[in-house]
C-alpha cells in the first residue's frame, strides 16, 4: 500500500506540471497556453507544497502513537481554514495521512473526515487541501463527492486532483461523463485528468475535442491523447502534425515527442522513430527537434554515433549542442577519435562544448583529443581544454600543461592553468613531477607550477618552497614563502629562519614574515622558537635580517626575547631602533609595560613617544576584560604622564571599555580638562551604563555631571 500510494503521489505532482493547472476559481487568470514554462499564481504554488509536505511525510513513514482523526485534528477548523491563516490544522492531517499508511481503519477514518471537509459548508481552500489529500489516500468511497464537484467550474479542478489518482474504475468513468457535460477551462481539465488516467475509452471524445472551437479543451485533449497513445490517438496527432490551427501547434509537438518517448519504452521504436523524424524537420520548435535527436539517438543501435558525426558535419548549427552531448554516452570502440576529428570543423564555441564532452568520455583518445586543443588559436577553446586537463590529468599531464605555459597570451590563461595543475590527481607523484618542473631551466613562467604546489599543500615539497624562497623575483619568493606556511612542522623553524635572513627580494619580506610567524604561532614551544629566533639574530649578517626576526620575536614572546628587543633599543642602527620600538609596541602581553612606559616618558624622538603610547593604550585596552587595582594603577599613570590632550584623547578611549567603579572615577576627573571633555564625558557615559546595574548610585552620579 505504501508503494501504491507514493507511486499516485509522485503522479498527482506531475499532473501538476503538466501544463493545466489543478484547482483554479473562476477568478483565477486564464492560463497560459501549452509551454514549458507555465506561470502560476501563488495559491497554486502553495497548493504544491502542501501536497509535497504530504509525500515527504509519506516518504518517511513516521512512527508515532496513533490516535484517531477526531482525536487528533480540529476538523472544524480545517473546514473553515482560509488562505494565510494559522495552518496548524493542515498540518495536523498531514501528519494523519502519513501515519494511515501503514494502518487502514486510520486510513478510513481520516478519508471520512476528508470527505465532510467536501460534503459541508467548507472554504474553497478547505476543499483544496481535502482534494489534495485525497489524490494521496482516497479510495473508491471518494469518488461520488469529488464527482459532485466536478459539476462546478470554481471546484472541477480540484476534484480532477484527487479523480486522476483515485484506483477506482469507476473516477474514470466519472471524468468521462463529466467531459461531455462540462465546457471550457473545466472541460480542459477533465480531459487532462482522463489523460492522467490514460483512458482508452476517451480517446473517441478527446479526438473530437481537438477539431473543437475552444482551445483550452483541444490543448488538454492533445495532451491527453498523447499520454494515452492507442493507435486512435497516435492516428489523431499524426494528422495534426499535418495540420493544425498555429495556437495549437506547441501542444501537439509537445504531446507527440512525448508520445515517441512512451512508445520507445513500451518497445515500439518502429513508430517512435517515424514521430521523431517527422518532428526533427527544420520547421520544428528547437527544443522539439532536440528532444527529437536526443530520442532518435537513443534508438540508435550504433548508440547514435553515425547520427552525431553527420550532425556535426551538417551547416545547421540548431542540432549540433545536443549532437554534442550525446557524444558522452556513445560507448562504440573508437567513436572519441572519430568525433575529435570533427573539432577542426567546428565554430569556436561548438569546439568549447565538444571538448567537455571528450573530458568526460575520458579515455585515451578524448585525451588526447583535449590536450592538442591547448594550443588551439582561439583563447575561449584553449580554456576550455586547459580546465578539461585538469579535471582529468594525472602526474603525467604536467608536461604537458608546463610545455603551455609559453603560449599562454594572458593573465587569465595562466591562471587556469596554475588551477589545472592543482587539481591534477595523482598525490605525491604529480607534486614529484611539477618539482621537475620547477628545476627545468627550459620552462616557461615557474609562477602557476610554484602557486599549484602551494594550493596542493604537500609536505613532500618542502624543500621547494626553500629553495624558491631565495629567489630574486618578488613573486616567487612571495609564494614560496605561502607554501612554507601551509607545509613546515616545528621541526622547520630553523630552516625557515635561515631561509628569510638569506631572502633576496626585499618586496617579498613582509610575506617572508608573515608566513613564519603562522608557523611559530600554530607550532608551540615559544621559549624554543624564541631561542631559534635569538640566535639567529646574532648569526644575521644585514640589516634587513635583524629587522625581520626581530619582528619576529612577538610571535614567541617569553623573557628572553623581551629582553632581547629591549637591549636593540639603543642600536646604533636607525632601521634596527625603530623595528626594535615597533616591536615592543606590538607585544602581545602586559609584560612590555615597564619598558614601554620607560619610553614614552623618555622618548628620543616623537615617533617613538606616540609609538610607545599606542603600545601602552592598546595594552590597557586588552586587559579590559579583568578589571583590577592594577590595571586602575596603569590608567591613572598614563593619565598622569600624558604629554598634552592627544595624549588623553588616546587614553580614554580604551578607558571607556572599563567597567569598574574606580575606572568611572578616572573619567570623571578628565572632565575637568577643556581639551578632553568631550572624549571624557563619552567614557563616563560608557562606564557609568555598564557597571549601573552592580553600582547605580556611582553611575547615576556620574552621570549627573555629565547632563
Avoid at 293 to 298: N, T
Avoid at 411 to 436: C, V, W
Avoid at 563 to 580: F, I, N, R, W, Y
Wanted: aromatic letters at 2%; charged letters at 25%.
Amino acid at each position: 500500500m505504501k508503494s501504491h500510494l507514493l507511486s499516485i503521489s509522485a503522479q498527482t505532482t506531475h499532473g501538476f506540471w503538466s501544463g493545466h493547472r489543478w484547482g483554479e476559481t473562476p477568478s483565477s487568470p486564464a492560463p497560459k497556453r501549452l509551454g514549458l514554462s507555465p506561470t502560476r499564481p501563488r495559491a497554486f504554488y502553495a497548493a504544491i507544497c502542501r501536497a509535497a509536505a504530504v509525500l515527504v511525510a509519506i516518504a518517511v513513514a513516521v512512527s508515532c502513537p496513533i490516535r484517531a482523526a477526531s482525536e487528533s485534528a480540529p476538523l472544524d477548523a480545517l473546514m473553515h481554514y482560509e488562505s494565510g491563516a494559522d495552518a496548524t490544522p493542515l498540518r495536523q492531517y498531514e501528519q494523519l495521512v502519513a501515519q494511515s499508511v501503514n494502518d487502514a481503519a486510520l486510513r478510513a477514518s481520516v478519508e471520512a473526515d476528508l470527505l465532510r471537509v467536501l460534503a459541508g459548508d467548507s472554504t474553497f481552500e478547505a476543499k483544496r487541501f481535502a482534494c489534495l489529500n485525497l489524490a494521496v489516500i482516497g479510495t473508491e468511497a471518494s469518488v461520488p463527492a469529488l464527482a459532485a464537484l466536478l459539476k462546478q467550474d470554481e471546484t472541477v479542478g480540484i476534484a480532477c486532483a484527487a479523480l486522476a489518482q483515485n484506483p477506482s474504475p469507476k473516477a474514470t468513468a466519472e471524468l468521462r461523463k463529466a467531459l461531455g457535460s462540462t465546457t471550457g477551462r473545466s472541460q480542459a481539465q477533465v480531459a487532462h485528468a482522463l489523460g492522467v488516467r490514460k483512458d482508452t475509452k476517451a480517446v473517441a471524445q478527446l479526438n473530437k475535442l481537438t477539431s473543437g472551437s475552444d482551445l483550452d479543451a483541444a490543448e488538454a485533449a492533445i495532451v491527453a491523447l498523447g499520454k494515452i497513445g492507442t493507435p486512435g490517438a497516435q492516428k489523431t496527432l499524426a494528422a495534426l502534425r499535418q495540420e493544425c490551427p498555429e495556437a495549437l501547434s506547441r501542444a501537439v509537438v509537445e504531446a507527440s515527442l512525448s508520445l515517441a518517448e512512451d512508445l520507445a519504452a513500451r518497445g515500439r521504436p518502429r513508430i517512435a522513430a517515424g514521430i521523431y523524424g517527422e518532428l526533427l524537420v527544420p520547421s520544428r520548435p528547437v527544443d522539439i527537434r532536440r528532444g527529437a535527436f536526443g530520442g532518435l539517438v537513443r534508438l540508435d543501435r550504433d548508440g547514435g554515433e553515425k547520427r552525431i558525426v553527420e550532425t556535426l558535419r551538417d551547416s545547421d548549427a540548431t542540432l549540433k549542442p545536443t549532437a554534442i552531448a550525446a557524444t558522452v554516452n556513445v560507448k562504440a570502440s573508437g567513436a572519441s577519435k572519430k568525433f575529435a576529428a570533427e573539432l577542426p570543423k567546428l565554430e569556436p564555441h561548438e569546439q568549447v562544448l565538444l571538448i567537455e564532452a571528450l573530458a568526460q568520455r575520458g579515455d585515451p583518445a578524448a585525451r588526447v583529443a583535449v590536450q592538442e586543443q591547448l594550443g588551439a588559436a582561439d583563447k575561449s577553446v584553449r580554456l576550455a581544454a586547459i580546465q578539461a586537463v585538469g579535471q582529468d590529468g594525472d602526474a603525467a599531464t604536467v608536461p604537458v600543461l608546463a610545455r603551455a605555459l609559453p603560449a599562454a597570451q594572458s593573465p587569465e590563461e595562466l591562471k587556469a592553468i596554475e588551477l589545472a595543475l592543482a587539481s591534477l590527481r595523482g598525490g605525491d607523484d604529480t607534486d614529484k613531477a611539477l618539482m621537475a618542473q620547477l628545476r627545468n631551466r627550459m620552462a616557461g613562467p615557474k609562477t602557476p607550477i610554484l602557486a599549484a604546489l602551494v594550493h596542493r599543500a604537500n609536505r613532500i615539497a618542502f624543500l621547494a618552497f626553500v629553495s624558491e624562497a631565495g629567489s630574486s623575483d618578488a613573486a616567487t619568493a612571495k609564494l614560496a614563502f605561502q607554501g612554507l606556511s601551509r607545509v613546515a612542522q616545528p621541526d622547520d623553524v630553523a630552516a625557515l629562519l635561515q631561509a628569510l635572513a638569506g631572502l633576496r627580494a626585499d618586496g617579498a619580506r613582509e610575506e617572508a614574515e608573515a608566513s613564519i610567524g603562522q608557523v611559530l604561532n600554530r607550532a608551540g614551544d615559544p621559549a624554543g622558537h624564541s631561542a631559534a629566533v635569538r640566535e639567529a639574530l646574532t648569526q644575521a649578517k644585514t640589516v634587513p635580517a635583524r629587522c625581520s626576526l626581530l619582528r619576529l620575536l612577538v610571535a614567541c614572546p617569553d623573557a628572553p626575547a623581551l629582553a632581547t628587543v629591549k637591549s636593540v633599543l639603543g642600536d646604533a642602527d636607525p632601521q634596527v631602533k625603530e623595528a626594535a620600538m615597533r616591536t615592543l609596541a606590538d607585544w602581545p602581553n602586559a609584560a612590555a609595560w615597564e619598558p614601554l612606559i620607560a619610553v614614552y616618558r623618555q622618548a628620543g624622538s616623537e615617533t617613538e613617544r606616540v609609538l610607545a603610547l599606542r603600545g601602552l593604550a592598546r595594552l590597557l585596552g586588552e586587559e579590559n576584560a579583568k578589571p583590577d587595582a592594577q590595571l586602575i594603577g596603569r590608567y591613572r599613570e598614563l593619565l598622569g604622564s600624558a604629554k598634552g590632550d592627544n595624549d588623553r584623547k588616546l587614553v580614554l578611549g580604551p578607558l571607556a571599555g572599563c567597567a569598574h567603579p574606580d575606572a568611572l572615577k578616572l573619567a570623571v576627573e578628565q572632565l575637568d580638562q577643556p581639551g578632553v571633555r568631550a572624549e571624557a564625558a563619552q567614557a563616563v557615559k560608557a562606564i557609568a551604563e555598564a557597571i549601573k546595574p552592580q553600582h547605580p548610585q556611582e553611575a547615576a552620579e556620574a552621570l549627573k555631571k555629565i547632563q
